[in-house]
């Protein structure tokens, strides 16, 4: 029984929130920023408890001493830190900020020439005997788009050049596109699959 | 443009729910070869059999951002592998790049526990959430990875290009990996750096190929007819173009 108003709540809360988006009146627009507000709410709670999860699976590994426990008291403690400055400081305070982009802009940069380094070992790894036909195009398409990328190309002013160039460079869109395309679809497929089956519990 | 986008949902639902009585009676559907899912469902059995365990990355598309659809695939997906290894030796591991997902995740696996007959044991260890921001999520994943527990590692849902580093580090751990994103950037870097790829909306069906019922065949099968139904509109639009008539 309980299984059922959950169903119920659950499918008018999404139905209240689609006509939102393509109806626009005063009442639909008050319930929708509502519901909202209390989404948002419970959005900011879920996050909170999951930094609370973040600590306690930290300071396990700490207290059990498994692999790599060192980097875990490392996370403790800059979060301790940082918390603490938050607080007496107030997030958008100039030290608190530079403090913070002192941390996280060159540790995000280094992690993003980690993966600059990664992918060119990826791409030289993936040229092997056996190799198929989609990592070929793949290969051969990355390679000439980085050629052209670098403006190098002879002939580029004539017109049978502009020709081949533009066709070229349409393929990526096309394929963008379509890749897209099947994404929205599964999206919308997955969304109505969750809205009709909503908690059900799982079958063994 | 509002009355085409709620024309194509609610011509979703109708079809969601029609093939789905349909396809009711049926037990199995057969959906055309999809390489990564053998090789997923090969390399799972094997984690199993070994006693390993299974990592599943979630992503950090909130459920309140438009990139809610992913997540909603990636925790289907960690159901219908729960499912399968949840008594397993080693537990499963879903990590998550937000609070939100980090609690729906937790919410799956005891679900997905007590609905199991054997039964089994959860804790608030099993859902993890790895770091807030992209890199940082990448870098908290990339050190439950290299636990070497786990000999198959999922990632499905939003990404950016950190996803990269995941495939490297699952291979570095000799992990199987298999992977599948919204985002086209990351997607580009997964196909470049992963043997087992799902391509667009590939990964929304990947519950489906695991763990088959009714209302999971009748959506992939709504999501090939709209396809063919965009396909031929858009030829429409480009011959009607091509003439001038539009």
């Known amino acids: 029984m309980r299984w059922i108003v959950w169903r119920i709540l659950i499918l008018t809360t ?19 920023q509502i519901l909202l507000s209390w989404i948002i709410t419970i959005a900011g709670v879920a996050a909170l408890l999951g930094i609370f999860n973040l600590l306690k699976v930290h300071s396990g590994r700490v207290r059990q001493e498994r692999t790599d426990w060192v980097n875990s008291v490392v996370l403790l403690f800059s979060f301790t830190g940082i918390f603490i400055t938050g607080i007496l400081l107030k997030p958008n305070h100039p030290v608190y900020v530079s403090l913070v982009n002192a941390i996280i802009t060159p540790v ?12 060119i070992v990826a791409l030289i790894r993936a040229i092997r005997p056996g190799i198929n036909g989609t990592t070929v195009i793949f290969i051969t398409s990355a390679v000439l788009f980085l050629w052209a990328a670098t403006g190098f190309v002879p002939f580029q002013e004539a017109r049978q050049s502009q020709l081949v160039l533009s066709f070229f460079n349409t393929l990526p869109i096309g394929g963008a596109r379509g890749i897209l395309l099947g994404v929205g679809l599964g999206s919308l497929t997955t969304g109505i699959r969750a809205l009709l089956r909503p908690g059900q519990k799982a079958d063994s | 443009m509002v009355n085409a986008g709620l024309s194509l949902i609610l011509l979703a639902v109708v079809l969601i729910l029609l093939l789905n009585a349909l ?65 397993s030796d080693t537990p499963p591991l879903a990590t998550s790049g937000d609070g939100s997902i980090a609690l729906f995740s937790y919410e799956t696996l005891m679900n997905t526990g007590q609905g199991m007959r054997s039964g089994a044991r959860i804790n608030p260890r099993m859902a993890q959430i790895t770091g807030v921001s992209p890199f940082t999520y990448a870098a908290g994943t990339m050190l439950a990875q290299r636990n070497g527990k786990y000999q198959l590692a999922v990632a499905l849902g939003n990404y950016g290009p950190e996803m990269g580093l995941l495939v490297d580090t699952a291979e570095r751990s000799r992990a199987f990996f298999t992977g599948g994103t919204d985002n086209i950037l990351a997607q580009s870097v997964l196909f470049a750096s992963s043997r087992s790829v799902l391509i667009g909306e590939e990964f929304f069906s990947a519950s489906g190929y695991i763990h088959q019922d009714s209302l999971h ?3 992939i099968k709504t999501q090939d007819i709209l396809r063919i139904f965009l396909i031929i509109v858009i030829i429409i639009g480009a011959v009607l173009k091509a003439a001038g008539k539009l």
């Open chain 1, 14 to 32: 999404a139905l209240i929130l689609l006509a939102g988006v393509f109806f626009n009146g005063p009442i639909l627009r008050e319930i929708n």
């Open chain 1, 108 to 119: 995000e940069t280094s992690l993003l020439a980690l993966l600059a380094i990664t992918l």
């Open chain 2, 23 to 87: 396809e009711r009676k049926k037990i199995r559907s057969n959906f055309r070869i999809i390489p990564s899912f053998d090789q997923l469902q090969r390399a799972l059995n094997h984690t199993i059999e070994g006693g390993q365990g299974v990592q599943i990355t979630l992503g950090r598309g909130s459920i309140l951002s438009p990139q809610a659809g992913s997540t909603l695939a990636a925790v289907e997906m960690l159901a219908s592998i729960a499912r399968l290894c949840l008594n």
């Open chain 2, 217 to 219: 065949n009748a959506s």
